[in-house]
């Protein structure tokens, strides 16, 4: 039985597929990390399309079928577009998506992350302290995850992402 569901929600990313559909995966309010099917999104027709950008704050409405969940409606409520401006603003923007999406697991809210990274995107937009606001934003996500409990420097940051997940952040043109 279908269920719709109103929620508000970052893009993280977005996987493009064969045919004219697309799966984002969106930090939710409510929901924690949610992967979407958006069907016929790539469509040059599609109103949904220009909301849906890596880095975007949205307001959707979802319907969940069989544990899956399918893009209904979209509105854009910011696009931060003060960060896609700057090259530095916006690789630090990608490494924080990139480090969440990676590390927070699938259906579990967890406010915590959701307000670091709502924050951090605010605060990035507003000042030019990047490094900063992405050391303090990445530590807030690991601590929330549990990874651990004390303030760490960028170095370290890096270095426990890879051991994590055997991948580096993506932080090569900073």
Known sequence: MPILIKTKGIVLSSKILPSDDVIYTIL???NGKIRVYGK????TS????????????????????????YLQETTLVSAFSQIKQSSSKLS?????????????PEMEQDLKIYNA??????NVSKEDN????FT?????????????????PLSDLKEMFTELTNQKLPLGAI
């Not at 630090?92 to 927070?104: G, K, P, Q, T, V």
């Not at 990274?117 to 605010?122: E, G, R």
């Not at 303090?136 to 760490?152: D, F, I, P, R, W």
């Open 28 to 30: 939710t309010e409510e």
């Open 40 to 43: 016929g999104v790539k469509k």
């Open 46 to 69: 599609s109103k949904r399309r220009p909301h849906l950008q890596t880095g975007n704050l949205i307001s959707v409405i979802l319907r969940r079928s069989h544990e899956t969940y």
């Open 92 to 104: 630090w923007l990608y490494a924080l998506l990139f480090m969440i999406d990676r590390l927070a």
């Open 117 to 122: 990274l709502q924050k951090f995107m605010i």
């Open 130 to 133: 990047g490094l900063e606001q």
């Open 136 to 152: 303090k934003s990445a530590n807030q996500v690991l601590n929330a995850l549990g990874y651990t409990s004390e303030e760490l």
